[in-house]
């Protein structure tokens, strides 16, 4: 008798870039890290990636294969139209073990991607018999797609290198009681001065290293705010602030609003 597993494609695997948001353009445009594998596949219009500290521009017909784990950040133009696909990590799913950015040419292939989003999107949405384990085939013949459509690996040389570790290390803090309490904190642990890692990062992506620093803050800030609904004393806790006043003039700095405001707005914005 078939039984589910827990890492079948989830009845929201597939949504468009707008309502992966959710009306909140941080959830998408800030340095982040996700647990599930992510797919942004641009159908109109353009927009910019940053995965991994390097910055790309995106178009119609890009697909970006992004593995969970990975810091990376997507913002889009009002004309951009696409789809997200989550998928959660699983030994049955071959996804690209480096990010992967294509830029699809022929129509056919566009056809063909497109073609697997929607059939994901029908199956993990439907309650008909294994349903789930068609979306999940569907998932693995994707990428089978991908994996032949895919160029040669990206050459990495030491500039990527240095960005690659210094984005690992970012992500890595979410998991730590104490996160590096600065910029100069992370070019330490890298073995580079804080003047060369900043140099790399601008060159990279345009960015400092400590306004990446400051988006996956930021990033994590919001979704505790509005998604957990926790407290700003806490909050600024786990984020390692000196204390709550400080924490609440960061999100005042970068948003224009107080803590208790985004939080309000959000719910306001569900019912």
């Known amino acids: 008798m078939h039984t589910e597993t827990n890492d079948r494609p989830a009845p929201q695997a ?21 647990a599930q594998h992510m797919l942004i596949w641009v159908t109109r219009g353009s927009g910019r990636c940053v995965v991994e500290g390097r910055a790309s ?43 992967l950015l294509l830029r699809v040419r022929e129509p056919q292939a566009q056809l063909t991607l497109t073609h697997y989003i929607e059939a994901i999107h029908n199956e993990a949405s439907s309650d008909a018999l ?25 050459k990495m040389n030491a500039a990527r290198r240095l960005m690659r570790a210094f984005c690992a290390l970012i992500v890595q803090s979410e998991t730590k009681a104490q996160a590096p309490a600065s910029m100069a904190d992370y070019a330490a642990q890298l073995g580079v001065t804080p003047t060369h890692l900043t140099r790399v990062c601008k060159s990279e992506c345009a960015s400092t290293a400590a306004d990446l620093l ?22 600024a806790k786990r984020l390692n602030f000196s204390t709550p006043a400080y924490f609440t003039n960061f999100i005042k700095t970068h948003t224009g609003q107080t803590p208790s405001a985004l939080r309000a707005a959000a719910k306001a914005s569900r019912v």
């Open 14 to 34: 597939v949504m468009t870039i707008a309502q992966r948001a959710l009306g909140s353009p941080w959830r998408l445009g800030l340095a982040h890290a996700r």
């Open 57 to 99: 521009a995106m178009s119609a017909h890009n697909a970006l294969f992004v593995q969970a784990g990975t810091l990376f950040s997507f913002t889009w133009e009002p004309s951009c139209f696409g789809q997200t696909v989550l998928l959660p990590p699983s030994a049955g799913l071959d996804w690209p073990d480096e990010p």
């Open 130 to 154: 294994m349903s789930q384990a068609a979306a999940s085939a569907h998932a693995q013949l994707m990428m089978v797609w991908a994996h032949r459509y895919r160029s040669q690996p990206t």
């Open 214 to 235: 400051t988006q996956h803050s930021l990033q994590r800030a919001c979704r505790y705010l509005e998604d957990d609904a926790l407290k700003a004393v806490d909050i």
